[in-house]
Each structure stands twice: as structure tokens, then as C-alpha cells.
């Protein structure tokens, strides 16, 4: 029976395969990048196929930051410039929105109290135009722009 | 001291009758060893002593933490990097690698370094806790750089996830699963993905697939951030995802993360079937919670969701979230608006009218917002799908934004929407069946078997669609009175996609269908032949029929009683498949076929089927057939009980 099966799915991937032969390249920055970049690519889809992301201590990346007592200023600068360039797209619908879990999960990196978390999100929201000037805006100014609104708040 | 006097009367057995010996060997303990220079070789040899009387290297957890499994030509880890054994013979042989990880206590000094104890923490505090091990004796407590993770992570619960089917890609077609690491009051889009997955740059579909059946590929473990895997799965390949939290405690997360450090650059070879991607995840939970018996389950293949049926029926899963996909948001978004509505947010998403001109609009504020939200998650659909080029959906993403952000805050309907069937509680995977009918005159009996996995009138396994996904489907026919039986169907492989057509959506169904099959002919015999038929389709939906598709169907029929021993022609099908109540399904179909080459012949096909289900994992069909050929005709009627496990 597995024989059988193994044979089986043989002929239909082979069938169906090929038209999935779509090269996977890196993931840059700005908006539409992954979307536009990961666009039904075989290895995207796959269960079986990864190209990136092998196992080790630097892989667990987006760390909590409490390893240190005593914090420099804004130490998680790095993490919140990593997640708004891996997460432009969604980031911006949800400051536009003025909710949403992309939202949420920016909060908790910049460890944003909760009781601060609506004041904040109103801000963003109506300075969507200075956080995102242009189609063509970069993730450092994005999340530069968004680290002064946090202190402001 | 205390440690090692207890060990010592334990190794003595009766610590009565040999008292005088054992007060002997506490006192060269005491007195010789430290000043002898080999009392680490001693309390090694001890240590392997032990472990042999104890038998260790016969421990379930010792094997879970190897991958040992007993096979027909003994026992063989899975594991098949030789960096992931300590001894050269570990692959094969739990005792050498029991041994020589004791032995490895010894090795090292320096606690920074990758060396042995570092890189297998999990073996080591394993073997610590069951040989009451002395960590004032070791040269090395414990291995820093992993201790360092957990802090930076702060691993509090683990779950696994399950992006669902995925029809359009062949390896993804039963789903995939990977597991997250969460941290305390983080967002679970900043949980860390662990995933087992297939490493390669391949990018010819054709080799990937055979290569994938035959373990050709090396697995190894990798770790994401799980808002990237969103991404992958969600705003691209547009699946739903569910998400089972476990109930996993605080240590056992701990020990899950520990196992996972052991396997980081270590490689399996990958199997589609088996040792894939789903299948591997369950070893880290076995290494978190030794009691779970989840890798003895799948003797032959490891379907996803089968996974995480077993995980449920060991009890580790404690709720279950449903993520929808960005496709599923819109189609969710569509239905709350009319279609006037519908067709300006598309227009906007278009880049038809421009989104200001909303804003003029009379209509309520939430409708504005809903309209925006709309054409937004349009926009990206549209990118991921290829449809739209990077710059105009650029300009069009950020003026849509722009204009969302002066409408303020929206209510989160996401309560609103019914979620569909949770993956594991459909029926099972296999089917066996039983049936009885009467075909032109004559009555028959069936007896079935399907491995895998879901039929059209099976309960829905993706809401809105037809799924089809059959794998050795094997169904013989008795006919009693004439003392005969004969293979009825045999499928190699059937897969059937229905996916309705709307004012958003475009998608083609497909079917692809491989097999043997009985075959009226032409002078009024029946044969057995080999088809070969595949083809594309277009369906849509009603409310009041339900799905209604249509198909072009080419057709080769292979059989050495057919006259050439082949026909081949181009058959149309279509058919209507209706959910008439939860437990009542219905599927009517038709098909003609014009078989020009070969055996020549133009035959006639319409079904009647049903499906009711009276539980989760039994049901009853009824079917009624007419089959026509130039020279005959037949009709038949049965009712068929399935039972699924």
C-alpha cells in the first residue's frame, strides 16, 4: 500500500508540479516586497522546502530584551527597526486602522504599557501622513518616525 | 557526600550482607580518591555501571531523545547526521551512545564552548536526573549559551499550528504543521516558528516531488519569527491557519526547547509521506512530556492533521484559535456589504476611482471604513497573486491608507463570522465501507477501503468548496449468483478541486484522476481499464443549487480488451453538489464522452448521489446511476454505509 501511494503521489505532483517552478528570492524591505516577492513560489508554499532560518541562538532573534538590569535607552531600537521593515505592509494597514495585532505586537516589543496603548494608536493613526510620506518610504524612517511618537506619548 | 552515599548503597543492592565491603569503598571514597588523580575515571565507570544495572539506554526517553526506532533490521535512529551521535555506532546502538554520552560529561571544561555538553543539553540533564549525577564533579555544570537563550526567549507555552489545505500546490495539499515557543504576555505574532522542513534551492517542480518521495532531501529544524510564517501562509498562499495551544507547563516547554538546541544543524533525510514535516515536530513533544505517546502512531504515513488527532487524544491540547486567511477576510469583508459597495471597493482596489471620492459619500461612517478595509486587503491579494506590479500597488496601498486613516477606528466584527470545521474534527482519515445494490438486473455487494482521505460528499473539508483528495480508494464487487468478483475501482490517485467563481475571486477548479475503473462497452460488456483523466473546470455558486461546475475532461482508457487495447477522447462534465441540510449532501452529475481514437464509442453518464451523515465518523450514501452506450444501456441503484476511523 505505500508502494502504491508512493507511486501515486508520484504521478500527480509530477502532473501538478509543473507549474510551480518559481524561484524563491530573498525578502527586502519597503512596501510589497514579500507580498510581491513571495508570490506563489514553489518553496513558498511548500510544507517540505525552506531555504532560510537554520537553527541556532542568533535565529531566536527577536528576543524579550530582559537580559540586562540596567537598559540603555530605547534598547530595543534594533528589534522595532527588524519588525517594521519585516512587517511594513501590515504595520501600515494597521496604523491606519488605528488597531490591530501587527499593532499590538510593536507595542510589546517598545514595551508600551497598556493603559498608554490608546492614546498611542490615535497618534499614529493621524500622523499616518509623517510616519508613511511616500509610496517609496524607507523602514528606518517608519520606524525612527514612530520611536518619537512613542516618546511623545 | 550524601549523594554518593546513597548511590553506593544503592549499586550494593542488600547493603546488610556487605556492609564491611561497602563501608570499605566509602572510605577509599573518602580518602583515596581525591588524592589519586582518577577519581573523575572512577566515578565514570561508576557512572556507566550504573546506567547498565539500570538498564538506561533501554529508556523510552532515551530513545525519544535519539529518534530510536525498532525496525525489521533492528533498532536505527531516524536521525541520520552523524554529528548527532557521540559515538560512532549511535545510529544504531542506544547502549554505545549512552555510554559514550557519559563519558562525554567528562570531555569537556569549558562551558562556552559548543562541545559536547553544550550541544546535547537535553541528553545531559536527562542523564543527571537519572543517575543522581554529582554536578560538583563534573567539569562542566552546564552549558551557558543555551542558558542565555532561555532567558532571552522566555519560553512560557508552546502551540502547534496548522495552515490548512492547500490544493494548488501538490506537497502542501494535506496541510502542514509547526510548532511556536510563546512568550508571557507577548503577541503571538512575535512567537518563535519551529519548523521541520526540507532544505533545498530546488526549483524544477518535477525533481522536488520525486526527490521529496524518496528521502532525498535533508531535513533539519529551523526557527522564524511566526510573523513571517503569517505571512508565508496567510497574505500569500492564502490558507487559514489554527492554532492549538497546549497545555504544555512552563519546564516542559523548557525541555521541548532543550531537545530542539540538540537538533539545530542536524539533519534527517525528509520523506513526504512518513518522516516529513509534521511527523518530526512530535519528537519535541515527546522530549517535553515523556508520557505523551504520539511517534509509535503513524506506522505508514503522518498526515498533518492526523497529528494533531493524536495529540488531542493524549490530551495535550488545551483551546483552539482560528486565523483567518487574507482571501477569507475579504470574502468575509464582501459579505457584510451590498453590491453596490462591493463593486466601489473593488474599483478603488483597481485604481478606478480614486479613494477620496469616498469620503464625499453619504453613507455612514462604518461603511466607509468597511469599504477601505476592503479595498485594501484587495490590494494585497492582488499583489501575492500577481496580478498587480509592485509600483502601481505601492502608490495605490499608501493612498487607500492615507485616506483609512482619517476615518478613525473601526469595530472589530471578526466575532461576527462563523468559523468553519475545526481540521480535526472532521471525520477520519481512512474509510472502509459496505454496500449493496442491483445493476441491471443483477445484485451485487461492495466492500471498500480508502486510506486517504476526503471524498465531494464526505463532510466538507474546506467550507465553500469541493474537495476531493482520494489515495488508493479500492472498492470490489460481488455478485453472488454468478459467483464472481471484480475489482470495481481502484484509484490510483482522484483529486478534485471545486472552487466557485465570484465577482472577486477567479479561480479554475481542476481534476486529476488516475485508476482502475469498470467500463460499459459497446456490445453491452463491462471491462476493467486503466483511465487516465484530467482536466480543468469552472464553477460557481448559488444559494439555491449550491455548487455548479463544469468540466473538459480528456480521457485515455488503457485495457487489453479494448479493441487497439485504447481509447482516448474528450469527455464534459458538470454536476451540482449541494449542501441541503448539515447532514444531507448531494451531488448530481453528468458526463459525456467522445472516445474517437481506439476503440471508438460515445458514452453516457448521470449520477444521483447522497450522503447523509449520521455521526462524525459514519455515514450513509444512496446512489442512483444510468450509464449509456451506442449498443446499451444500464442503470443501478445502492445504498453504501461508511464508517471512518
Redo the contacts between chains.
Keep these: 500500500m505505500k508502494k502504491t501511494i508512493v507511486v501515486a503521489l508520484a504521478i500527480v505532483l509530477a502532473v501538478a508540479s509543473l507549474s510551480y517552478a518559481v524561484p524563491k528570492s530573498n525578502v527586502g524591505c519597503g512596501f510589497g516586497t514579500l507580498l510581491f516577492q513571495g508570490n506563489d513560489g514553489l518553496a513558498s508554499q511548500v510544507c517540505a522546502a525552506t531555504t532560510n532560518g537554520s537553527l541556532g541562538s542568533q535565529t531566536f532573534g527577536i528576543s524579550s530584551g530582559t537580559l540586562e538590569c540596567s537598559k540603555p535607552a530605547r534598547f530595543w531600537a534594533k528589534q522595532v527597526d527588524t519588525f517594521v521593515a519585516e512587517n511594513m505592509d501590515n504595520l501600515a494597514t494597521d496604523i491606519a486602522a488605528g488597531t490591530g495585532e501587527t499593532l499590538d505586537s510593536l507595542s510589546d516589543i517598545m514595551e508600551v504599557p497598556s493603559e498608554k496603548r490608546a492614546s498611542l494608536y490615535t497618534s499614529l493613526q493621524s500622523q499616518f501622513d509623517t510616519i508613511f510620506p511616500s509610496a517609496q518610504v524607507t523602514h528606518e524612517h517608519v520606524s525612527t518616525q514612530i520611536m518619537m511618537i512613542v516618546e511623545q506619548i | 557526600m550524601m549523594d554518593v552515599f546513597y548511590q553506593y548503597w544503592k549499586r550494593c543492592g542488600t547493603g546488610v550482607r556487605f556492609a564491611p565491603l561497602f563501608l570499605w569503598m566509602v572510605a577509599c571514597l573518602v580518602f583515596v580518591h581525591p588524592l589519586s588523580g582518577n577519581a573523575e575515571e572512577d566515578y565514570l565507570r561508576y557512572l556507566i555501571e550504573a546506567a547498565r544495572k539500570a538498564e538506561l539506554h533501554n529508556d523510552r526517553y532515551w530513545w525519544t531523545l535519539l529518534h530510536y526506532r525498532r525496525g525489521l533490521i533492528g533498532v536505527r535512529s531516524l536521525v541520520d547526521d552523524q554529528d548527532f551521535f557521540l559515538s560512532p555506532r549511535g545510529k544504531t546502538d542506544p547502549q554505545a551512545e549512552l555510554e559514550a554520552a557519559i563519558a562525554a560529561l567528562f570531555r569537556d571544561s569549558n562551558s562556552d564552548t559548543a562541545d559536547a555538553v553544550c550541544r546535547f543539553v537535553a541528553r545531559f540533564a536527562w542523564l543527571k536526573e537519572r543517575l543522581l549525577i554529582d554536578p560538583a564533579r563534573l567539569p562542566v555544570s552546564g552549558c551557558k ?1 543555551f542558558d ?2 532561555v ?4 519560553p512560557k507555552s508552546a502551540t502547534v499550528i496548522f495552515p490548512t489545505y ?1 490544493m ?5 495539499m ?3 504543521t509547526l510548532i511556536t515557543i510563546d ?1 508571557e ?6 512567537s ?1 516558528a519551529i ?1 521541520y ?10 525533481f ?3 526527490k ?3 528521502g532525498m ?1 535533508k531535513g ?6 511566526y ?2 510564517k503569517i ?2 501562509y496567510s ?3 492564502q490558507r487559514d491557519i489554527w492554532e492549538y495551544q497546549l497545555n504544555l507547563t512552563e519546564s516542559e516547554v523548557q525541555r521541548l526547547m532543550m531537545h ?1 538546541w540538540e ?3 542536524i539533519h534527517s533525510r ?1 520523506y ?2 512518513d518522516e ?2 509534521s511527523y518530526n515536530l512530535l519528537f519535541l513533544l515527546e522530549a517535553a512530556r515523556p508520557s505523551l505517546h504520539l511517534t509509535d502512531r503513524f506506522p ?2 503522518a498526515l ?1 492533521v492526523d497529528t494533531i488527532k493524536v495529540m488531542n487524544e493524549e490530551g495535550v491540547i488545551a483551546h483552539v484559535e482560528y486565523r483567518p486567511s487574507k482571501a477569507t477576510k475579504i470574502k468575509q469583508q464582501l459579505s457584510l456589504l451590498t453590491e453596490q459597495e462591493q463593486t466601489l471597493a473593488l474599483s478603488v482596489a483597481d485604481g478606478k476611482t480614486n479613494p477620496e471620492e469616498l469620503l464625499s459619500l453619504d453613507d455612514e461612517q462604518h461603511k466607509k ?1 468597511a469599504i477601505m ?1 476592503l479595498a ?1 486587503n484587495c490590494l ?1 491579494y492582488n ?4 496580478n498587480l506590479s ?1 509600483e502601481s ?3 495605490r ?2 493612498e487607500v ?2 485616506v ?2 482619517t476615518l ?3 469595530a ?1 466584527r471578526s466575532a461576527m463570522f462563523e468559523q468553519p470545521v475545526q481540521p480535526d474534527l472532521i471525520h477520519g482519515t481512512n474509510r472502509a465501507s459496505i454496500g449493496s445494490g442491483v445493476n441491471d438486473g443483477r445484485y451485487f455487494i461492495d466492500f471498500g477501503y480508502r ?2 482521505f476526503s471524498d465531494l460528499l464526505d463532510t466538507e473539508v474546506m467550507s465553500g468548496q469541493g474537495t476531493q483528495i482520494e ?2 480508494n479500492l472498492r470490489l464487487r460481488v455478485y453472488p449468483e454468478e459467483d464472481k468478483v471484480v475489482v470495481q475501482e481502484l484509484d ?2 482522484d ?1 478534485v478541486s471545486i472552487s466557485p467563481r465570484d465577482t472577486f475571486f477567479k479561480p479554475f477548479s481542476w481534476k ?1 484522476r ?1 485508476g482502475l475503473s469498470r467500463r460499459l462497452r459497446s456490445d453491452g460488456d463491462e471491462s476493467t481499464v486503466f483511465a487516465l483523466n ?1 482536466g480543468p473546470g469552472l464553477a460557481y455558486y448559488q444559494d439555491l443549487l449550491g455548487l455548479y461546475y463544469l468540466f473538459a475532461e480528456p480521457e485515455l482508457d488503457l485495457s487489453g480488451g479494448l479493441e487497439q487495447g485504447y481509447s482516448l477522447g474528450m469527455g464534459m462534465s458538470a454536476g451540482i453538489l449541494k449542501q441541503v441540510t448539515p447532514r444531507w449532501k448531494l451531488h448530481l452529475a453528468a458526463k459525456k464522452t467522445w472516445f474517437e481514437y481506439g476503440e471508438w464509442q460515445h458514452p453516457f453518464e448521470v449520477s444521483l448521489t447522497q450522503h447523509v451523515t449520521l455521526s462524525r465518523n459514519t455515514a450513509i450514501g444512496a446512489h442512483l446511476g444510468w450509464t449509456e452506450t451506442s449498443a446499451e444501456s444500464q442503470g443501478e441503484v445502492g445504498l453504501t454505509w461508511y464508517v471512518f476511523f
Design positions: 549559551a542565555q537563550v532567558a532571552s526567549v522566555r492547500h494548488n500546490s501538490p506537497a502542501s494535506f496541510g502542514h512568550t504576555n507577548r503577541n503571538k505574532l512575535l518563535h519548523n522542513a526540507a532544505v533545498t534551492d530546488e526549483t524544477n517542480g518535477l522536488f516531488a520525486v521529496g518521495l524518496f532531501y533539519y529544524y529551523s526557527i522564524l519569527p510573523y513571517q505571512q508565508q497574505d500569500i498562499s530542539l537538533l539545530r544543524d525528509y513526504f509521506f516529513n514535516c505508514l504515513w498533518p471604513t478595509d485594501v494585497g499583489l501575492a497573486k500577481g509592485k500597488y505601492q502608490e496601498f499608501l491608507l492615507r483609512r486613516s478613525g477606528k473601526a472589530d486510506p486517504v489515495f488508493g490510483v490517485i483529486i486529476v488516475a484530467s
